[in-house]
């Protein structure tokens, strides 16, 4: 049995069951509590602070867990990165009050910054030669220059709307983070095959992430257009059709470039086309 420690809630949380949930590791539907088994996987759900993670995989409470990267490298804790996830994508940056003339990180000499992140802004300002007082504060960031704590803030950012509405805006951005997952560096060859097989599952979910799978029907003498635009995984299923001088083309295209091809291929004389959601791809 693997156990793996998730945040316990937030926007990271809620990614992370998505996750687990395309990937079929569900969890019951009973009452939520601290320690909860996985329904037909071997696998536990430990559900932490964020802050907590780190420690808790690295001294082995945990064989691994999904964790912000602000959280992984402030704690600099002895766990494996075994997977960036791409998801709970957000930045590190320094903000000052709105008003401010700011003309580069020299307004930060002398003044007293309010973060919950003092590791990681030591090592920046140290890099800088800036010479500033750190106030650490757990929570609740953005109110420290408004209240007179602090002349400027280091903390997460995402849209930025909580930054404006603390009449802040942000001038350095110090780091960029995202959902990783991590693992102890002493795991069983049992516990590391039951990781394995996550990780495959994993693969599969965000391989198809932003994918569409595309049906169409064209002309014979359109295939070798046709499959320049559609590469696929190798490259395109072509089938005849009963109707002579026609094909059934099958492919894959992501979703980014989805009506830009869509109207070549209508440009070039496919029609019928079909456009299927993906929800795995083994490669």
Known sequence: MLRIAVQSKGRLYEDTISLLNEAGIKLSKSKRTL???????????????????????????????????????????????????GFSKCRLSLAVPKDEEYAGLMWFQGKTIATSYPNILNKYLDKNAINASLHEISGSVEIAPGIGLADAIFDIVSSGSTLISNQLKEVEVVMKSEALLIANESLSAAKREILDEMLFRFDAVQEASGKKYVLLNAPKDKITEITELLPGVKSPTVTPLAEEGWVSIQSVIAEKHFWEIIGKLKAIGAEGILVIPIEKMIL
């Not at 912000?68 to 002895?78: A, L, P, R, S």
């Open 35 to 85: 320690l909860m088994s996985a329904v037909d996987f071997p696998v536990k759900i430990l559900f932490l602070r964020d802050d907590d993670i780190p420690q808790s995989v690295a001294n082995g409470v945990a064989d691994a867990g999904i964790v912000g990267e602000n959280e992984y490298v402030e704690k600099g804790e002895e766990a494996v990165l075994i997977k960036r996830l």
